[in-house]
């Protein structure tokens, strides 16, 4: 069959391009480091996997519709080819969704991981995980089936019903930003509530704030659905829908994937991303002497006090950006036990302080040596 590509379609089709592969990058590196380095993957990590091969699937079947006309006007595609289109069109929109839904599902796992000892916090994450699996099922069901039979979504002149598209595309697309919200909000007040540094404090809340970006690009995403959702020239008017959907799933992906590349990222570059404390450091004070002179004809004393610091470090609590684990406010009751199962953890500090003192006896001055020969002379005479 032949294709039919436009300046419009290959455009959008790079800005797909550069996010999917953004999005598959930094999914391999947190794969790569909870399966390797970690050596812990979970629900999570197999759920983003999830989205990613879905959002591939997403980008293939946009490949379909921009070498079969999209950006074209309807009036100027053969009608094999605009059906071969609106195929791509059709199936691309449950294949989205179920990107988007696996990626929140990700987030949500990992916040259940994470927060393991918040009993609230894997509450509210397991009601929301409940929610998206029935929201979604109902997402993919619509889309599959907007129009009864299916080919009345390409062809408006077929007998059978179709949803009003402005009512369902606009009510998903409101429902997601409502759930993005819902994730980017969920983990701020169990790290409110953390004993840590406020500077580590706000950077845990800047990690888990990502999810900001995704809201942001589901705001934008709304004109060009109103676009679509009016249009009656859809190989037209579908460029700009298409692309901002690519952008929102395969974002969604790199927020999700990012707050666990940190280990990977610190090890790469240790002196840009590291900021754990382990090691050993030390400092000594030097010796400090204290007395009075041998002028003076006194006893002195000279006093040597010798400090020496040691500061030894196990894994930085103050740092839970490294691998994400058991952050809750409950975490201090259970260092001891941590301890124990996990080796030292935390800071310790040891001081010795040692101090010598060394007395001397009075020594003659030259005034009193001068003075009693004088007195010896005198006597003499």
């Known amino acids: 069959m032949p294709t039919l590509s436009t300046p419009q ?10 996010f999917t592969t953004l999005a598959t990058f930094f999914v391999a590196i947190r794969i790569y480091t909870r399966a390797v380095m970690v050596k812990q993957m979970g629900a999570d990590d197999y759920a983003i996997l999830i989205g990613l091969a879905f959002s591939w699937g997403f980008f293939g079947l946009f490949v379909g519709e921009v070498y079969h006309g999209m950006g074209a006007h309807y009036t100027s595609i053969p009608h094999g080819i605009y059906v071969t289109q609106m195929l791509c069109f059709w199936a691309s929109v449950p294949i989205y969704q179920t990107s988007l839904i696996s990626t929140k599902m990700s987030i949500l796992l990992q916040y259940r991981r994470v927060f ?32 009864v039979p299916v080919a009345k979504f390409w062809d408006p002149t077929r007998k059978g019903f179709c949803f009003n598209k402005e009512a369902l595309w606009f009510s998903n697309s409101g429902i997601h930003i409502l759930t993005d919200i819902m994730i980017l909000i969920y983990p ?23 999810g900001g970006f995704v809201v942001i690009t589901s705001i934008l995403r709304l004109k060009s659905l109103l676009v679509i959702s009016h249009s009656s020239d859809p190989t037209h008017d579908n460029v700009g829908a298409a692309e901002w959907s690519a952008i929102e799933c395969n974002v969604a992906l790199i927020c999700a994937a990012l707050p666990s590349t940190r280990a990977f990222l610190s090890k790469l570059l240790p002196h840009i991303f590291s900021t754990r404390s382990n090691g050993y450091r030390s400092k000594t004070t030097r010796p400090s002497r204290m007395g009075r002179s041998a002028l003076t004809g006194t006893a002195h004393t000279i006093n040597n006090t010798n400090v020496h ?36 953890v935390g800071i310790k500090v ?6 010598e003192s060394i007395s001397t006896p009075a020594v003659q001055d030259d005034a009193g040596s001068t003075k009693n020969l004088v007195s010896k002379r005198q006597d003499s005479f």
């Open 309 to 344: 610091a040691s500061i030894i470090g196990g894994r930085d609590l103050d740092d839970p950006l490294y691998d994400l684990e058991d952050l809750s406010p409950s975490h201090d009751s259970l260092t001891k036990e941590h301890d124990l199962k996990n080796g030292f």
């Open 350 to 355: 040891t001081t010795f302080v040692t101090q």
């Open 116 to 147: 393991s000892t918040t009993p609230r916090m894997r509450l509210a994450c397991n009601l929301l995980i409940g929610f998206l699996a029935l929201y979604g099922t109902w997402t993919v069901i619509s889309a599959w089936a907007n129009c």
């Open 9 to 18: 379609g290959h455009e959008a089709l790079v800005i797909s391009t550069v």
């Open 188 to 210: 701020m007040p169990v790290i409110q509530s953390l004993q840590l540094p406020r500077r580590q404090k706000y950077a845990l809340m800047g990690v888990f704030a990502l």
